[in-house]
């Protein structure tokens, strides 16, 4: 598969996920949003950019339990939940935001 | 809810040159998800999976050290390292990453996951085991 922005191809896995993170932009994020029917807000980019720094220090994607319980801590209690976390992403912050990040899909996620 | 079942995944390969260290990485993560009580134990060369400043740019395989320092935030925080292993292969402990958990019920105070222990008491923690996963 791929997705085209501002006329160039990125190619993508057959999950719409993206093959080389190193290609990733936020024009690239919003895309994959829009495709999905999502607006992108600042609360969302808190947590692409929060995945995008776990992966550049640890070099994986974390599970959504991880995620969930990081975001707490570096965003507050009142964000570190699941319900606030699927508000924004409701096929899955893990997954859904990671495919906004350009990173690989979460380990252990099916 | 079930019981907690006592597993350790056991290390003995060098990172490179199989996959092995890497699988088995993968699989302590996945399997994290499962609340078990869950150990890591290296020995044999199994020791330099968690050598500081590994590089691999010189082989076709990522450098996935970095994700050991992860294994903290997935509650895997007992890191066994038999000592002779690593006085074999004239390492010590300064010699690993530093790997750190942090305890949420003392302010997210950052403590260490290893723990040299001898051969003996390697026996010991096997011997204590439910399940024992071999990479």
């Not at chain 1, 990125?10 to 895309?31: C, F, H, M, R, V």
């Not at chain 1, 720094?53 to 707490?72: D, F, H, N, S, W």
């Not at chain 2, 290893?114 to 026996?123: F, L």
Request: a negative charge.
């Amino acid at each position: 598969m791929s997705l085209e922005v501002n006329g160039t191809v990125y190619e993508t896995d057959e999950e719409g996920y993206l093959a080389d993170l190193n290609q990733w932009s936020s024009e690239i994020a919003e895309k994959m949003a829009i495709d999905d029917g999502a607006n992108l807000t600042q609360p969302h980019w808190e947590v692409i950019n929060f995945l995008r720094e776990y992966y550049e220090e640890y070099q994986i994607a974390p599970a959504v339990r991880v995620l969930t319980k990081a975001i707490g801590k570096r965003l507050g209690k009142d964000k570190g939940n699941s319900k606030y976390l699927y508000e924004l992403f409701p096929y899955g912050p893990a997954k859904q935001a990671c495919k906004y990040a350009g990173l690989p899909k979460p380990t252990g996620c099916v | 809810m079930s019981e907690t079942k006592k597993f350790m995944y056991l290390n003995r390969r060098a990172p490179y040159g199989t996959i092995y260290a890497l699988e088995g990485l993968e699989v302590v993560l996945i399997g994290a998800a499962f609340e078990q009580d869950v150990s890591m134990a290296f020995m044999d060369d199994g020791v330099f999976q968690l050598t500081k400043g590994q590089d691999t740019s010189d082989s076709d395989m990522k450098n996935f050290s970095p994700t050991y320092n992860a294994l903290g935030d997935y509650e895997v925080n007992k890191i066994y390292v038999e000592q002779e292993s690593m006085d074999d292969r004239g390492l010590t402990l300064d010699d690993l990453q530093h790997l750190v958990w942090e305890d949420e019920d003392e302010d997210y105070a950052k403590k260490p996951s290893i723990r040299v222990v001898s051969r003996q008491v390697m026996a010991d923690l096997l011997e204590e085991q439910d399940v024992i996963l071999n990479y």
